[in-house]
């Protein structure tokens, strides 16, 4: 089980909540970065009768269990279209390369509890996804910088030398012109 403090606590992660709001020692604390001595201190050592996990704690009680499969994305109608893709990992050495967009598509699950009707709600987390022709692998979104390629001049985003020497890129050209 987490720390069971403010810190950790869904009214006041982000934000002040009313408890803190109204606590005159929190509030003579000046506002700062995180350290033992600042509100971060204040809230790492203080809770509420109001506390709630952001977390989910376990055991739970589940009442029914909600899946949502739904998977439209506002990037549908951009399916299939070319994208110039810079990877963040090392091992790509800063290059970028010629890809194809396949949509949006599940890196995980995301799953919340309602502890009030006792649902448990599972969902895709989904994240967009390229596939590299040069690397032969799919490249997701969170893990490069990347943008569908419009027209030609987009094209000269990609290095001089994938434009120069690479069969695609001489196609999308045509295609463009």
Known sequence: ???????????????????????????????????????WGFKRNFICDKYKSIYIEYPIEVSKINHDTNKGGYRDREIGKFVSIRPCGK?????????????????GHHISHNPDTKELNVSFHDNPAIFVFDLNKIVYGC????????????????????IDNVWYVKALKVMFS
């Open 91 to 107: 091992e790509y050495q800063d290059k970028t390369y010629l890809g194809l967009y396949l949509g949006d598509l599940p890196i």
């Open 1 to 39: 089980m987490p720390e069971r403090n403010c810190n950790k606590c869904k009214f006041g992660m982000f934000q002040e909540c009313e408890t803190l709001k109204n606590n005159k020692e929190y509030q003579n604390i000046p506002e700062g970065g995180i350290s033992d001595t600042g509100r």
């Open 143 to 162: 893990e490069s910088w990347w943008g569908i390629i419009k027209n030609e001049a987009d094209l000269r985003k990609i290095t001089d030398i994938d």
